[in-house]
């Protein structure tokens, strides 16, 4: 992606402080009617760095972005970017910030070219620029062969690179990242990461939505974990895990039919609840004891149920997220927001 690094090197404004964190978030607070979504959030997000908001559907996440990015006020607290007031320097923090949601904002009718040419041309670029840029770009994201071809007929893996890539014709300082990796398959979603991995590489600051704990697991310097409007946990990936206090026993079954059955032997002989992967053959539980492994694997191979794999270790960030909001991430109903 040496092009697209490129680009930003030479788009990327200039006009930033010196402050070591690029949004600073203190005690922020807001309500939809009689519903409290933020209650006193806080967190910062050093400059450079990418920082993955999580929680369950309705946590807050989103509305936390919509105000950093200035599309909501907040009732109360006080919320910088880049040493800009969101409020008061609404226009200043627009200028420096860049936002790709849920769903792709470009449009369907144009071609993936028409569409940056289209974005860069609104930004300022000249016609030359402007075709340039967006060269650069379809390469960067792997898109020159379909730059013709009109977005209604991209894949959604396409649809998305050519989203982040309309999102960055103009470098930003810092990018917002709302889920933009939903309903991707796999490959499209390390697509993704490639250029998150790109563009953080070159120095922009990224906060990160998102319903994968294996993307946080993969990206984030750092995690916070936000429940019911407020933050439950704030840290890195390893001190995070280490704060469960204990490892974790994994565990990959021949047959995922089986795993319904392995569920109940593994919770009966550790006493504890079990996880279940988003792989249909895997599964994992808190082990307090390393020699409780050998007697679980034990059960397992006399009930009939053969195990491929298993690992002792920390335990996985689906287990930190379970621990401490009660519930796996995709659980819980979105609250209006």
């Not at 420096?96 to 930004?123: C, K, M």
């Not at 000249?126 to 379809?138: D, Q």
């Not at 990242?177 to 390390?190: A, F, K, Q, V």
């Not at 994992?284 to 492994?293: G, I, Q, R, V």
Request: charged share 25%; glycine share 8%.
């Amino acid at each position: 992606m040496q092009k697209l690094v490129m680009g930003i090197e030479g788009s990327k404004s200039q006009n930033g402080g010196t402050a070591a964190s690029a949004i600073e978030v203190k005690n922020l607070r807001k309500s939809f009617g009689k519903i409290e979504v933020l209650k006193g959030i806080n967190f910062d997000v050093e400059r450079g760095k990418l920082l993955a908001l999580l929680g369950p559907n309705g946590a807050g996440k989103t509305t936390i972005v919509r105000i950093l990015a200035t599309l909501l006020q907040p009732d109360s607290g006080t919320v910088r970017v880049l040493g800009h007031d969101v409020v008061r320097e609404a226009d200043e923090v627009r200028q420096r910030v860049s936002l790709t949601g849920q769903f792709a904002s470009v449009d369907d009718e144009l071609s993936g070219r028409e569409n940056i040419i289209l974005v860069a041309r609104l930004l300022g670029y000249s016609w030359g620029e402007a075709k340039t840029r967006a060269n650069e770009l379809l390469e960067a994201f792997g898109l020159t062969e379909a730059a013709e071809r009109l977005v209604k007929n991209y894949s959604g893996g396409m649809r998305r690179r050519l989203d982040i890539a309309a999102s960055i014709v103009v470098a930003p300082d810092i990018l917002f990242l709302d889920e933009p990796t939903s309903g991707l398959d796999p490959r499209s979603r390390r697509q993704v990461w490639d250029i998150v991995r790109t563009l953080l590489a070159s120095g922009t600051t990224v906060l990160l939505t998102t319903q994968y704990l294996e993307e946080a697991d993969q990206l984030a310097d750092r995690i916070v974990i936000i429940d019911r409007g407020a933050v439950i946990a704030d840290g890195t990936i390893g001190e995070l895990k280490t704060s469960l206090g204990s490892g974790a026993l994994h565990i990959r079954l021949r047959n995922p039919e089986q795993r319904p059955q392995a569920e109940q032997i593994v919770a009966q002989t550790l006493g504890v609840s079990v996880l279940l992967e988003s792989d249909p053959a895997a599964l994992s539980a808190k082990l307090s004891d390393t020699e409780l492994a050998a007697n679980t694997l034990t059960a397992l191979t006399r009930a009939g149920i053969a195990v491929t794999d298993f690992s002792l270790g920390q335990p996985s960030l689906d287990e930190v997220f379970l621990a401490l909001t009660g519930e796996p991430i995709e659980t819980e109903q979105e609250q209006p927001s």
